[in-house]
DNA sequence: CGTAAGATTGACCTATATCAAATTGAGTGG
DNA sequence: CCACTCAATTTGATATAGGTCAATCTTACG
């Protein structure tokens, strides 16, 4: 299909969006040479199909044999166990890949863009481009632990906690992701809609909005625009997080358990606007 | 250490429970050879450090470059994401591996085992045995896979499902598992607790039990023993299952989705005699 | 048999879901 | 620049699934 589909004259959207597109991280057992992993990304890239997504746009899942790498912007990834019950399974940022195994075919489970993205779709199979098949197999590899972490800690996260301690986490896994040890600017940004964030948390958004004006209302947070948010007492979240050691030792810079979260740098985003949907292949 | 630790004169467990070593399984996209597979696990084996547990024996997870590989028995995953609030995050049996990006340092978190069991701890970063790199490489892509789409049932199961379907969820699973189309002998074993499925399936244990009791009345299930229960009506069970589809898909004998589940043979489960509790490494 | 851990059951209560109404605010057109 | 419109969010009122606690009941095993 090349990159067709849904390139049209967005107004301003592809400059506002504030992603860079990052290089993969690695998982922290058996690093492989970074530089040496970005090179094998690009060479992929040049192999694969490459696909502009407008916010709410739908793709469907990779099949069986192609990995999804996201390069910008900020996907969700659907699915509804239950009739009617949509749940978000991650949210993903540039740099991370999906594949098949990573999300089964439930019914209803589809890729939607949160905001505008770009990626491209790669064969897994084709193992015949410049790269070789054993820095191809350990990028997958890395990316496959990478998935598990963040998995473990959703599990966890959905598992026992309540609703208080649930978004705590949350919002402490996005700002422990995007502080810098100088530069604490603890202001974090939420493209996706408080619904969005509630199917992620499997909350009622009613209820998800109820905790966070109670955390604004104990000083835990602040509003910046209606997508971000700034952190005032990060110690009172922290407090409120029983997974705050965990977040830490898995996000935060120099935690060093693996890079690759859900959250993205905050101040760079700027109004996102929503237009239309669309469903694409 | 070898295989020292706990291997003391257990009255008979050693010979009751009834695990068959079985050979890894392979994620459906680019399965390897599956003698090739066999052999080399044998061979990791070799270079590995082996450990008897028994039941409610603890175990500390692996660290970083180690990967467990679980021969014979039955293993729960603990994490305790809150004081006091135990959650088991997965049931392993014969086949499948544990490594320490599957399940995060978490507060509480250890390897317990269910039943008597029998493991190897190999080192993920000696590449020098007999076992070529690639295929060593292969076989911990593929288990990575593997867990990927085990968490991700798990993830819808607890996630937006109620009780009864997350109940009859996990008896589909295992049945499902287990069950041959010629001899649909819908017998599952269940060597574990209420309690430890209750937590795994993060509900209440009472409630677990009225559950159940509530399948029984309704002609769904049979007690077969305290450890083992006997589908009466799959289809029933089914229908109680949003997730029927996606268990199938998976887990089915022929769905070829992947192998290695949670499930385990329940005809050879005979009386299992959880003694005492101890600590390992 | 006796005993104790595990499983079932009942009574009650609380955290969230649900539903609906009120408010905000971003985008639009004048 | 302002009023207007519609969707997203917040907030209040109410309902309930499932958690909690305590009292049996079962069953494995000494």
Redesign the pocket.
């Known amino acids: 299909m090349g990159d067709e589909g849904s390139r049209m004259n967005l107004p301003q959207n592809t400059d506002v969006h504030g992603f860079r597109p990052t290089p993969l991280r690695q998982s922290a057992a058996n690093p492989p040479n970074q530089k040496e992993m970005t090179r094998s990304i690009e060479a992929m890239c040049t192999h694969g199909e490459c696909v502009e997504l407008r916010p709410q746009q739908r793709m469907s899942l990779p099949s069986a044999e192609k990995v999804v790498l996201l390069r910008e912007g900020m996907l969700a990834i659907d699915a509804m166990p239950a009739k009617g019950k949509l749940q978000i399974l991650d949210f993903l940022v540039a740099g991370d890949v999906v594949s098949a195994s990573v999300v089964l075919p439930t019914r209803g489970a589809s890729l939607r863009a949160i905001t505008s993205t770009s990626l491209v779709s790669l064969d897994v199979s084709a193992n015949d481009f410049d790269v070789p098949a054993h820095e191809y197999r350990t990028l997958l590899f890395a990316q496959c632990q990478n998935q598990l972490a963040r998995v473990n800690i959703y599990q966890l996260m959905i598992g026992r906690l ?3 301690p649930r978004v705590a986490s949350f919002l402490l896994g996005l700002v422990l992701r995007n502080a810098s040890e100088d530069a604490p600017d603890l202001t974090i940004a939420l493209p996706m ?3 969005d964030i509630a199917n992620y948390l ?6 998800l ?2 905790t ?2 109670r955390f604004r209302a104990l000083g835990l947070i602040e ?1 910046a ?2 997508h971000a948010i700034r952190v005032i007492d990060l110690d009172g979240l922290r407090k409120k997080s029983p997974l705050a050691p965990l977040l830490s030792a898995v996000f935060e810079k120099g935690g060093g358990w693996l890079g690759s979260g859900f959250a993205h740098h905050a101040e760079r985003t700027a ?1 996102i ?1 929503p237009p239309t949907a669309r469903i694409v292949s």
Do not use: A, W
């Open positions: 309540e609703t208080e809609s408080r619904t499997v909350i009622n958004s009613d209820t909005s109820r966070m004006m509003r625009t209606r109004p606007h």
